[in-house]
């Protein structure tokens, strides 16, 4: 896996590419939902940076892949090594927004998102009300 800085853009946009891709399905609706939510401003980098890390997190994943092709999209050592890459408390709340939103785009979620939302905002122990607190202005 590529070592980006901590709470850098790069590191970022990792934890969402591999929410986009732990479904084993690149849904267009979720290239649009970056579009719509302003995911590349918003991490500080442009649509070409984020999806050259959306590339090469899928080419990291394939070269851990086991002998008989097996890729693994959710391996929790692995997902909690980029978890730790992102310390700054208000970049995680804004993650797990992004990944929520993001998680929604297709108009489904699937198990495996669900699943990997449910990991981050308990390891970064972040609940609901905390991204309702912060993103929902009355």
């Not at 649009?32 to 984020?50: I, M, N, P, Q």
């Not at 995680?92 to 449910?118: F, H, Q, V």
Request: charged content about 30%.
């Amino acid at each position: 896996m590529r070592p980006y800085s901590p709470n850098s853009p790069e590191a970022m946009s990792r934890l969402l590419a591999m929410l986009i891709v732990t479904d084993g399905n690149l849904d267009q609706h979720e290239i649009e939902a970056l579009d719509a939510l302003h995911v590349y401003e918003v991490l500080g980098l442009s649509r070409k940076d984020f999806m050259q890390v959306l590339v090469d997190y899928c080419n990291d994943i394939s070269d851990e892949a086991e002998q008989d092709g097996t890729i693994h999209l959710i391996d929790l050592p692995r997902v909690d090594r980029l978890l730790e890459d992102v310390t700054d408390r208000n970049r995680r709340i804004l993650l797990c927004a992004l990944a929520l939103d993001l998680s929604k785009a297709d108009g489904t979620i699937s198990e495996s998102e669900m699943t990997l939302l449910r990991y981050m905002m308990a390891h970064w122990n972040i609940t609901l009300d905390d991204l309702e607190n912060e993103f929902i202005r009355n």
